[in-house]
Antibody, heavy 115, light 110 residues
Framework: EVQLVESGGGLVQPGGSLRLSCVAS????????MYWVRQAPGKGLEWVAN????????NYVGSVKGRFTISRDNAKNSLYLQMNSLRVEDTAVYYC????????WGQGTLVTVSS | QSVLTQPPSVSGAPGQRVTISCSGS????????VYWYQHLPGTAPKLLIY???QRPSGVPDRFSGSKSGTSASLAISGLRSADEADYYC???????????FGGGTKLTVL
């Protein structure tokens, strides 16, 4: 059974930083694309970033380019999202997901950006 | 405003069939595969359909997907109260160089 467990969410002031982590089990991590997808309060799902299994390709939604960095550690079956210069509009539940079809999802971690 | 357009809501009685549409463009649906997800608030989203019309293991055949040109649709037959959820279409967009999701459709079983 594939399990994805996110951590690192919390309350942060505008302009601050936060690092999200996701630990994966039950899949061959180093052969899977990985993703971060978020859902702001009362809004729909929004893809944030993805990273190829060998880190040779990374993509970001326009609103986070230059502020967020996706990375992974295949030795630790872990995915990360470094979020800098956070804005109020980044407030959302952040989901870690995996697979060519974004097959599997974690339960999410809440990030609240507020003064 | 989402790149992929879905109706905000659909409804149907138990046992009935409903369809949810997803309209895109040549840079996304017109060129790439479509995926559908079911999301109940507070839970992890679930993949329902991949590669336009394929069901993952464990997804009942009451759920089916189709694609034509720059549009796609999800059909749910034999509606059950447990099907009440938000449904999202998604896929790759090469103009944006990223994945795009529809705005989501809330299904209500009357």
């Amino acid at each position: 059974e594939v399990q994805l467990v996110e951590s690192g969410g919390g309350l942060v002031q505008p302009g601050g930083s936060l690092r999200l982590s996701c630990v994966a089990s039950g899949l061959t991590f180093n052969k899977n694309w990985m993703y971060w997808v978020r859902q702001a309060p009362g809004k729909g799902l929004e893809w944030v970033a993805n990273i190829k299994y060998d880190e040779t390709e990374k993509n970001y939604v326009g609103s986070v380019k230059g502020r967020f960095t996706i990375s992974r550690d295949n030795a630790k079956n872990s995915l990360y999202l470094q979020m800098n210069s956070l804005r109020v509009e980044d407030t959302a539940v952040y989901y870690c997901a995996s697979g060519d079809s974004i097959d599997y999802w974690g339960q999410g971690t809440l990030v609240t950006v507020s003064s | 405003q989402s790149v992929l357009t879905q109706p905000p809501s659909v409804s149907g009685a138990p046992g009935q069939r409903v369809t949810i549409s997803c309209s895109g463009s040549s840079s996304n649906i017109g060129t790439y595969h479509v995926y559908w997800y079911q999301h109940l608030p507070g839970t992890a989203p679930k993949l329902l359909i991949y590669l336009n019309n394929q069901r993952p293991s464990g997804v009942p055949d009451r759920f089916s997907g189709s694609k034509s040109g720059t549009s796609a649709s999800l059909a749910i037959s034999g509606l059950r109260s447990a099907d009440e959820a938000d449904y999202y279409c998604a896929g790759w967009d090469d103009s944006l160089t990223g994945w795009v999701f529809g705005g989501g459709t809330k299904l209500t079983v009357l």
